[in-house]
């Protein structure tokens, strides 16, 4: 394997009621700023579970933070600390309320203006610490220190990463997760599944074990996924998808092998440019990019087909179109469609995707910087 | 699953020539002791390397640490620390280096007679900060909270664990282990291969993820275990070996999970009264404790049989006891006899163990609290 450093000190309360437990996470006399998204915590029970954990501390409220944040939103938020004190936020919600709370903590300090935090890569300094309360198993932000924020005017999607954004705690309570909306669930299943894929399916450097945790979450959410969404309130189900999701991106499995990212670098401008859900894009993009890269990733995409799919029979080529179809069927049947066309969007799309990547300096992607701006159209054109 | 907290802030930095690192992770104008074993990092150049890491700090040595480390020696470096006003801790070598680091580490500053923090489990409270460089794959102990200390005088051999005994960061460079001896390499492999067991071999909770992970090291310490005997300077072996032995016992596949540790108990009890190696001792007692526990661990011992050892046909019965067979022969293969004769033990070692779990009130082990010491004599009956 190559060589790494790792690093993670987000502590996580998994399991029902840890919502409970939040108070002593939270340094005394904090004041702190609830931070969330629609609403859909108060109509769930989370929102009182929080306001009673926090009984007898200070804290106001944040609300509206929308899927893809949108800067214009979290400026409001670092407005309002800076203007009222505030030195702790808890983020109460899915990927999005995280990654937007992340940015929100790491702009209130920031000199300058905070875009620059991701459209220049300006590296972060120091951020107001925060907690986090995950509703939707989906992204792993709550056990890591990337996040994506979108600029609305512009439709820019952007992420930034910093060791100073890591929460410091994280509750996991896979009770919260039973009232999701069957497409958030279905969404989160695939983007866990993908960003496993992002770590795993590339070329092999004798890392085995990691490869084996890999494939380890892979199988459990084939397991797990159908599970949460046959039977909306099967806890051990919730459970084992949530500990998957942050799994999947907690940087563990991704020490010390290669890792690709192109297939969420084109999925973020299709969020962007037509407002399709992240999980949706990756959904559209993972099995296209496998096909088009599957000489640059054939020996992983037989051990996919061997471990996770079990296809070990046959010709090799067939064995690899099939782990791919599978991948793709995979994601149909947990209800995330896997085309362009069902989601209105044409093959027009490509020349601004590419446009865009150029003038961001993008001009090679993936795990070996060969997926050039002519890769791309030819994976979007599968992707019709 | 069962809730769980988890907390694992140790830094780590893996893979050659990391040792080079290790300054900037250690406090300006710290003052350094550099705590080793007996001697063999003065031979193999991770000394030198370690020296030359540290060029411009402040440091002291203390050496002599021994295998399954003495209060008697260890309480020599708490006064050194003491009267030298030493602020930062630096161990160099394997488990029972770091293990007694810990203790240091917490007797500086605790009040009143330091073995209390074993014999009576008075709560650690303070702790000077410590880094690791890691010489043998084995403990874990680079990666957790827990460490074990013999008190010489009275042969006993006890544990704590305390959240404030994590390494500030462990360096794992696999190339300091190819000069390591067989016996401890060999040693090394089983003792990995039973803290996944003390954690994966109990009852199942569905936690599909946990068992997964459990099995991935397991598979792979079987693969590459063997490789790292064959050749000992195979560097991919011993990476992987290394980070599978540290993934064993960072807690991160015990969580949610019951956990036995059983087998370990009893096999401190071999190791304080006949100096039997630590990992000798897990390799005499695990088997059979499978095989006295069998009803009791019958869905895990089929999953175990099925999916480490591909044991799938035929009589239930007959796979586990296939299964517990290929787990003594692994270590057997890989240089670790299995049987207490093979060490010049005879069963009259039984009364005195079980004379002291009674004295210690350690009435009844295991996942589900029935390892009493009527158990604790089957199992050590048939270790013969």
């Not at 070329?203 to 380890?216: C, G, H, I, K, T």
């Not at 397991?223 to 991106?249: F, H, I, S």
């Not at 496998?290 to 080529?317: H, S």
């Not at 994601?331 to 069902?342: I, M, N, Q």
């Amino acid at each position: 394997m190559e060589n790494f450093n790792f690093y993670n000190p987000v502590k996580i309360l998994f399991g029902k009621g840890q919502i409970a437990n939040i108070a002593s996470e939270i340094p005394a006399n904090a004041k702190i700023l609830i931070t969330y998204g629609g609403g859909s915590i108060k109509k769930n029970g989370v929102y009182e579970q929080v306001i009673a954990a926090l009984a007898g501390k200070t804290f106001l409220e944040f609300g509206g933070i929308e899927a893809n944040p949108h800067l214009e939103t979290l400026l409001k938020a670092v407005e309002l600390i800076r203007k009222e004190g505030i030195d702790f936020i808890l983020a109460v919600g899915g990927g999005s309320v995280v990654d937007g709370t992340k940015f929100i903590a790491a702009a209130v300090p920031f000199e300058g203006d905070p875009w620059n935090i991701l459209a220049q890569q300006v590296p972060v300094k120091a951020a107001i610490p925060f907690g986090a309360v995950l509703t939707l198993p989906a992204t792993g932000s709550e056990m890591n220190t990337n996040a994506v924020v979108t600029k609305a005017a512009t439709q820019e999607k952007l992420y930034f990463s910093s060791p100073l954004v890591f929460p410091k705690f994280s509750v996991l309570d896979p009770e919260t997760t039973f009232s999701l909306p069957p497409r958030q669930v279905s969404n989160g299943i695939v983007d866990a599944y993908t960003h496993v894929m992002e770590q795993y399916l590339t070329y092999p450097v004798n890392a085995p074990l990691q490869d084996r945790m890999a494939e380890s979450i892979l199988l459990t959410l084939i397991e797990e996924g159908p599970k949460t969404l046959a039977n909306l309130n099967d806890y051990q189900a919730r459970a084992n998808v949530m500990w998957c999701a942050t799994m999947a991106l907690n940087g563990l499995i991704g020490v010390g092998v290669p890792q690709d990212w192109a297939t969420h670098m084109i999925g973020h401008e299709l969020t962007a440019l037509h407002g399709i859900d992240h999980a949706q894009t990756l959904a559209i993009v993972l099995p296209n990019m496998l096909t088009i890269q599957r000489d640059r990733k054939r020996e992983k995409l037989l051990q996919y087909a061997e471990r996770v799919w079990n296809l070990v029979d046959g010709d090799a080529d067939l064995r690899i179109e099939r782990a791919i179809a599978k991948t793709r069927e995979f994601f149909e049947a947990v209800g995330v469609r896997t085309k362009l066309s069902d989601y209105g969007v044409g093959l027009d799309t490509i020349a601004p995707i590419i446009d865009r990547f150029e003038k961001r300096g993008f001009t090679a992607l993936g795990e070996h910087r060969d997926v050039t701006p002519k890769v791309v159209e030819q994976v979007l054109t599968l992707c019709a």
